[in-house]
């Protein structure tokens, strides 16, 4: 499908008076009285060349604007505290007229009170050509973001003026929980890197440690006979190995009670470290899951970089906002592991966790205290 002609077109322009502009006509006025109480030539000649100017000021910066074309690039996510980068592409159909001195700012009210945005500028852009600038946008908090409205404004060539545009181009953007440095230590009652128990039974398995060997039967693949050990036995054996399976770890959140004050600080910061986790434990083979039950949340363990980014992506758009559900017992197997992030180290009977990461002590499980972003209540 073509893109819509239309989209790159401002939907509203402005102009107003800058303060150097006001101070400017405020001396244009007092010249005008002064030229007729004296009749001073050389006081006529200074207010035309004032009204000169502030009709050049606008003649220029208007002409530019009126044929000028701006167009945004779509956002990928990114986390919370992490700068994203802001594309834009500024194109001047104007025969005649370049563009000077331009300021490209998001104009979106509600994006600028979550997070700190850094306009981007161009210095020229020549009659019927583009021209490209970058600005910058710094995401507080975790959540679904929309940078919509774009602002671009002039106040070439004096600055008694300033002129804009207005685009109304919508961008979503995901903003995944903040990443955090972690202790190595936190899984430490998990081994990492293919934590597999061999299981020794009566029957072989797929794993690849060496059970046994047994006769070929009918439908065995070929790669699995044994030629040696077949030749001396004068009829075909297999390899049969040892059957395995990986321990499992759940990462279970329990938020604070309604009554605590610091209840939304403290759920940001499980949210974060449980997100953390995972990010770090993706390229592993230890499977992970995450039990939320207040929010209705349930992953089962896995691993891998695809398993991860469901889960922060469902993590970046948790509502805590909602009532909470109540809490259920998480579903663990034998040998799974349970992580329990809360405040507190008080456990209930309902959760057997083999550790408790308590959010109130960042320094049990952060490498650097000062490293805690100020929205999960560190110091700026």
């Known amino acids: 499908m073509d893109a819509d002609p239309t989209a790159d077109r401002a939907t509203k322009r402005e102009s107003k008076l800058t303060f150097g502009g006001l101070m400017y006509i405020a001396v244009t006025v007092f010249l005008a009285i002064g030229a007729v109480n004296s009749q001073n030539n050389l006081l006529f000649w200074l207010f035309g060349v004032a009204i000169a100017t502030i009709f050049v000021s606008g003649l220029i910066s208007g002409n530019a604007l009126m044929r000028t074309r701006l167009h945004a690039k779509a956002l990928h996510e990114v986390h919370a505290g992490q700068r994203v980068h802001l594309h834009y592409t500024i194109t001047n159909q ?15 009210r509600s994006v600028t009170k979550r997070g700190v945005l850094l306009p981007a500028s161009v210095v020229h852009i020549a009659p019927n050509s583009s021209g490209n600038c970058v600005g910058s946008f710094v995401p507080a908090h975790r959540g679904r973001y929309v940078l919509r409205d774009i602002r671009l404004s002039t106040r070439f060539p004096f600055g008694l003026l300033q002129k804009s545009l207005v685009f109304d181009q919508p961008r979503p953007l995901l903003v995944l929980p903040h990443p955090l440095r972690l202790r190595t230590d936190l899984l430490r009652n998990a ?3 293919g ?8 029957h072989g398995g797929q794993s690849n440690e060496f059970w046994g060997l047994r006769e070929y039967r009918p439908g065995d693949p070929r790669r699995r006979i044994a030629w040696k050990q077949s030749a001396k036995r004068d009829a075909l054996v297999v390899v049969e190995h040892a059957e395995s399976f990986s321990m499992r770890i759940w990462l279970v959140i329990i938020e604070p009670e309604a009554g605590d004050d610091a209840q939304q600080v403290h759920a940001e910061r499980a949210i974060a470290i ?5 990010e770090h434990h993706a390229k592993k083979s230890v499977p992970i899951g995450l039990w939320y039950p207040q929010r209705d949340v ?13 889960v922060l992506r469902m993590l970046a758009t948790l509502d805590l906002e909602d009532e909470p559900l109540a809490y259920t017992p998480v579903p663990t197997r034998t040998r799974d592991r349970v992580l329990l992030i809360q405040r507190g180290i008080r456990t209930d009977q309902l959760v057997n966790a083999a550790r408790v990461i308590d959010t109130s002590r960042p320094d049990q499980w952060l490498i650097d205290t000062k490293s805690l972003p100020e929205a999960l209540g560190g110091r700026s």
């Not at 104007?94 to 979106?108: D, N, T």
């Not at 934590?195 to 009566?202: A, G, K, L, P, T």
Request: glycine share 6%.
């Open 191 to 193: 081994k990492t890197q």
């Open 298 to 310: 349930r992953f089962d363990p896995h691993s891998g970089r695809a398993h991860a980014g469901r």
């Open 274 to 278: 449980a997100g953390s986790i995972f």
């Open 94 to 108: 104007s025969r005649f007229f370049p563009l000077f001195a331009c300021l490209v700012s998001e104009y979106s």
């Open 195 to 202: 934590d597999e128990s061999i299981r020794r039974s009566m």
